[in-house]
């Protein structure tokens, strides 16, 4: 049975990005693999009891948490990395429109910061918006996975909401363009 995980994982570590996490045999080895990392807020449906409507998705920046509400009482609690000082931000935005596995384009702003990152980066495994991203309005602001899963629960983005891939993939999948995202501090 090891000798078996060890040649998937192998195969695994082969695949392409896209075919990683969309054949459902790689996605769940890759998931048991990561039973052993440590993964510092885990997804789970808590008790919820603000006045949203089923289907809201609720940023706590200061809590560090990204709330999707399922309605009668209950809400899906996730793990996020908030923007750092200087970068934070609140508000209502709507989703305006989804990606599996983007490409990056760093904004000026971001540029100018920092020169030395790429202009382009094509979608895949070592992209920083990592395996979803998820656009609020016209805002240069999405929740995207990470490829940093130790930023989970910190304040380090430049402004962006992260999660796990896991994680932002269960996500995508619940929120649909329109979707209602209110930010707060």
């Not at 570590?13 to 790689?26: R, V």
């Not at 240069?140 to 909401?161: F, K, M, Q």
Request: aromatic residues 8%; positive net charge.
């Amino acid at each position: 049975m090891l000798r078996a995980i060890v040649l998937t994982a192998a195969a695994l570590a082969f695949a392409t990005p896209a075919s990683a996490y969309s054949n459902p045999i790689s996605r769940g080895l890759a998931d048991f693999l990561n039973i052993f990392s440590e993964q510092p807020v885990l997804r789970q449906v808590v008790p919820w009891n603000g006045k949203q409507a089923p289907g809201t998705v609720v940023v706590s920046t200061s809590q560090r948490r990204l709330y999707y509400v399922l309605g009668r009482g209950q809400a899906i609690r996730y793990g996020v990395g908030v923007g750092r000082q200087g970068f934070s931000w609140s508000g209502t935005k709507t989703v305006s429109r989804k990606r599996e596995w983007p490409d990056w384009r760093p904004p000026a702003a971001m540029l100018k910061r920092r020169p030395d990152l790429p202009r382009y980066m094509a979608g895949g495994m070592e992209n920083p918006l990592g395996a979803r991203a998820i656009y609020l309005g016209s805002s240069l602001y999405r929740i995207h996975g990470s490829n940093e899963p130790d930023t989970i629960g910190a304040a380090v983005s430049s402004g962006c909401i992260r999660m796990t891939n896991r994680d932002v993939m269960d996500l995508y999948d619940r929120v649909r363009p329109g979707t209602k995202v209110i930010v707060q501090r």
